[in-house]
């Protein structure tokens, strides 16, 4: 009989459940200058919504702040996310992150800038297995124009988009 237990217990090691459910912890920052320091990004906030595939995109700051994601090749447009950011201090520390919780996948994940007039977002699959926090940095320079991706490789890879140089006929603030 204590044989049976001790088989019985050391088989529920083998039946755990096993889940790509994370939550992600995005340090967001911002860069001044080229090579200059780097400060947390104040004021920006996120959201995700779960995709079907990688082929929906953020189309301007606008839909950006408004939370509309658009399919390109349909011309869908969904303006509902499935879940939105908290903030999220790690103690101790003046970096602030955002905490957006994942559970499906695949999803795209967005964080808008407003104080830059900038945004980001990222194409995600969950695959890791029983990861209860995804650690991820998001690097706004506000130097660069354009589009740009921040990041190392797929599924962390942000694509940047920062507000345009004005051109010669346009005005500028200074």
Request: aromatic content about 12%.
């Amino acid at each position: 009989m204590a044989f049976m237990a001790v088989v019985m217990l050391s088989l529920t090691g083998c039946f755990k459940k096993v889940t790509t459910d994370t939550t992600l912890r995005i340090k967001v920052l911002a860069e001044k200058s080229s090579g200059g320091d780097r400060v947390p990004a104040e004021g920006c906030y996120g959201y995700i919504y779960y995709t079907d595939s990688q082929d929906w995109i953020v189309e301007s700051f606008e839909d950006a702040t408004a939370k509309t994601i658009t399919n390109p090749l349909t011309g869908e447009k969904l303006s509902v996310p499935n879940g939105e950011s908290e903030i999220y201090t790690i103690e101790g520390s003046l970096n602030n992150y955002l905490s957006i919780f994942q559970d499906q996948a695949p999803a795209l994940v967005v964080v808008v800038y407003p104080q830059s007039q900038m945004y980001a977002y990222m194409y995600r699959k969950a695959e890791a297995e029983n990861l209860t926090y995804t650690y991820l940095t998001l690097i706004f320079h506000s130097w660069k124009n354009g589009v740009y991706n921040e990041g190392s490789k797929d599924g962390y890879k942000w694509t940047v988009v920062a507000p345009e140089a004005p051109t010669p006929d346009e005005p500028t603030d200074e």
